[in-house]
Structure formats: structure tokens, C-alpha cells
């Protein structure tokens, strides 16, 4: 099955081959994590995660599903049921959700970095992949749930995102892509501004 990337209006155009993405599961897991993460003692009910992060709840279902196989939640059926972390928050990180319900953090064409295999002038290519994939590990492996709910990111990453180059994306080229046009709205659209089920009400 194929995994659908967060929608970013920018990237149409940017074709298939990004370099990374999020996807919509594992964006809505690890919220539903963080959910999990910061509540009080006792189970949370499904619907409450889902209005909280938006999150449709079929799709939540499915996705605390893949972690109850993990490991990573316990659930109770009943009245007095719902979900809750099986391990400290503390112990839990990103890559752990991620890899959870989206497999390895990296892949090329599906298969594992290591397991790729180039000839000639692109020989050193796989050591490139495999630099990216530590890249990712040493976010998603150093920031914890428990790091979210505290709002307290670890200094490493932190310093990460210190350069104000870091908050600036790039297209092909290099070049810092337009930010998506805006049309006013004015009088007459002030009918169609309403969220729209389905599209703007969060559901990606």
C-alpha cells in the first residue's frame, strides 16, 4: 500500500522523488501519542484523541491498532475503556511511533538503505542513503513523548533548529519556493469560507 505524503501546496510540481516525507500516519500517530502522553491517569476514549488532533476516527483506530501490536499502547473495551501508553512516556521516542506504523524510517524504492546496491560513478551513492537515515535517527531517536508534553526539546536538537536557514524550505535548484497564493476573501465568498468536511477540517 502506498503512503500518501502531507500535503504541502508547494511541493506540486517538485515531483514523486522528494527526498523525505511525512505521512499522514505517522504525522497522526504521533500526535495521537502525544495525546496519550499527556493525559492523566486512566484510558482515553478514541473520539476524545480524535477531536483533539483532529484526526479522522476510523483512521485513529486503525493507527492505535498498529501500536497496540507494537507495544507501545494497551486498550480496554467497556464504558470505562479506552487507550493509554504501555511503557513511560519517557521511554517512548518519535522513531519508535514511526517506525510502528510506517516501517523503516528510511527506504530507497521500498527496500533498506544498506540493502541497495549501485555500479560505477554512482558506487558511492548507498553510503549517502545510509548517511541520511542516520541523519533521521539522531532526531527521532533522541526526542522522547514525554520531551513534546514537556514542551523541552533536547539541546542537540535544538541547536538543530537554532539557524534561521532552518526554518526555510528549498525547491530544485536551491531556491526558497513562493509561499501559496491567497485569494481575499471579500463579501461575496464569505458563504464558502466554512471548513469543509473533508478537506479543511483537517482530514489529509
Request: avoid cysteine; hydrophobic fraction near 40%.
Amino acid at each position: 500500500m502506498s503512503r500518501r505524503p502531507l500535503a504541502v501546496p508547494w511541493r506540486d510540481g517538485l515531483g514523486e522523488n522528494a527526498p523525505m516525507h511525512v505521512s499522514a500516519k505517522a504525522d497522526y500517530a504521533v500526535r495521537a501519542a502525544i495525546e496519550l502522553a499527556a493525559a492523566e491517569a486512566g484510558p482515553v476514549k478514541g473520539d476524545r484523541i480524535a477531536e483533539a488532533q483532529q484526526i479522522p476516527l476510523k483512521f485513529l483506530e486503525n493507527i492505535l491498532s498498529d501500536l497496540r501490536h507494537a507495544g507501545y499502547v494497551q486498550s480496554q473495551r467497556g464504558a470505562e475503556g479506552g487507550y493509554w501508553l504501555a511503557e513511560p512516556p519517557d521511554t517512548i521516542t518519535l522513531a519508535d511511533i514511526i517506525r510502528a506504523v510506517d516501517g523503516p524510517l528510511a527506504n530507497v524504492r521500498g527496500a533498506r538503505p544498506e540493502s541497495v546496491e549501485y555500479s560505477g560513478s554512482a558506487s558511492k551513492l548507498v553510503e549517502v542513503w545510509i548517511a541520511v537515515r542516520v541523519s533521521l535517527r539522531s532526531v527521532l531517536e533522541r526526542v522522547t513523548l514525554a520531551d513534546l508534553v514537556g514542551g523541552v526539546l533536547p539541546a542537540e536538537v535544538k541547536e538543530l533548529i537554532s539557524n534561521a536557514d532552518a526554518w526555510v524550505s528549498r525547491s530544485a535548484g536551491g531556491h526558497t519556493p513562493p509561499p501559496p497564493a491567497r485569494r481575499p476573501v471579500g463579501p461575496a465568498d464569505s458563504r464558502s469560507s466554512a471548513p469543509r468536511p473533508g478537506r479543511d477540517a483537517g482530514v489529509t
